[in-house]
């Protein structure tokens, strides 16, 4: 299974790049099985709202908000490990 992460931007944030590029040496340290998008607030307003999006950066994980701000690396490859193990075991 994979899991689909979304990072929610907006222009002019200037956290919203690091999180681009945290969550995406993370995917790649993490070797597959995840799948990322950006998500421009003001082009998805209603979507982000509807997520509890109120500030950026934030991430989704699945189509829940996970991370209301910027966390740590570590805090992000540990959430997103940890669903990725929990989605393998599933399919055993």
């Not at 222009?11 to 995917?27: D, S, Y």
Request: glycine share 10%.
């Amino acid at each position: 299974m994979t899991i689909k992460v979304e990072v929610f931007s907006s222009p002019g944030c200037g956290k919203c790049g690091h999180a681009k590029e945290v969550l995406r040496r993370i995917a790649q340290e993490l070797d597959g099985g995840i799948e990322w998008r950006e998500v421009n607030v003001l082009e998805e307003m209603d979507y982000a709202v509807s997520l509890g999006v109120l500030s950026t950066p934030a991430i989704a994980i699945n189509g829940e908000l996970a991370f209301t701000g910027l966390p740590s690396a570590a805090k992000l490859r540990a959430v997103l490990d940890q669903r990725r193990r929990a989605a393998q075991g599933e399919k055993a």
